[in-house]
T-cell receptor
């Protein structure tokens, strides 16, 4: 069975650019959450989507946005990148909402 | 301020030792507490706890929650080098989930 997949695995951008990260949940999972993990810290909650609607939002600026598609895959968009946005971005899927989340391998974003 | 605090932040023990990892939290509208193991990239799910005093076990790992004192512990007995990882505690509340900084566990052969 395929687990949660994320693309790309690595990404290098420069300040001011925007980035789109993609996540495909486990088949049958309708909830997707996004997290940012910087070195030495635990993952920080960014968004949660369930049935294509935003169900939760962490303390991140409006430069961060996300959406969920009819097939339950999701995109995380970050505009006007800052050096501090360099991190591992993790996606997790679950049924039902939040409980027992399964994480993808993450996208390593480096902002130069 | 809602928060999850894990201790110790790092721990080095010898193979065969037993370790206890701690997680305390302060959140409103608590729903559940989760433990994860993170080795390289993706955290892998270990336990979800919702009720006080009920121990969950999986092989050499066990965990229990105290909702009155607002903490949980994760025990690992007869540790092996493969247990070396970062152990993350997370608390689900309202429509959010907050992670602690993790405990970095290193098992010496």
């Amino acid at each position: 069975d395929a687990g949660v997949t994320q693309s790309p695995t690595h990404l290098i951008k420069t300040r001011g650019q925007h980035v789109t990260l993609r996540c495909s949940p486990i088949s049958g999972h309708k909830s997707v959450s996004w997290y940012q993990q910087v070195l030495g810290q635990g993952p920080q909650f960014i968004f949660q989507y369930y049935e294509k609607e935003e169900r939760g939002r962490g303390n991140f600026p409006d430069r961060f946005s996300a959406r969920q598609f009819p097939n339950y895959s999701s995109e995380l968009n970050v505009n006007a990148l800052l050096l501090g946005d360099s991190a591992l971005y993790l996606c997790a899927s679950s049924i039902p909402v939040v409980n027992e989340q399964f994480f993808g391998p993450g996208t390593r974003l480096t902002v130069l | 301020e809602d928060k999850v605090v894990q201790s110790p932040l790092s721990l080095v023990v010898h193979e065969g030792d037993t370790v206890t990892l701690n997680c305390s939290y302060e959140v409103t509208n608590f729903r559940s507490l989760l433990w994860y193991k993170q080795e390289k990239k993706a955290p892998t799910f270990l336990f979800m706890l919702t009720s006080s005093g009920i121990e969950k076990k999986s092989g050499r790992l066990s965990s229990i929650l105290d909702k009155k004192e607002l903490f949980s512990i994760l025990n690992i007995t007869a540790t092996q080098t493969g247990d070396s990882a970062i152990y993350l505690c997370a608390v689900e509340y309202r429509d959010k989930i907050i992670f602690g900084k993790g405990t970095r566990l290193h098992i010496l052969p």
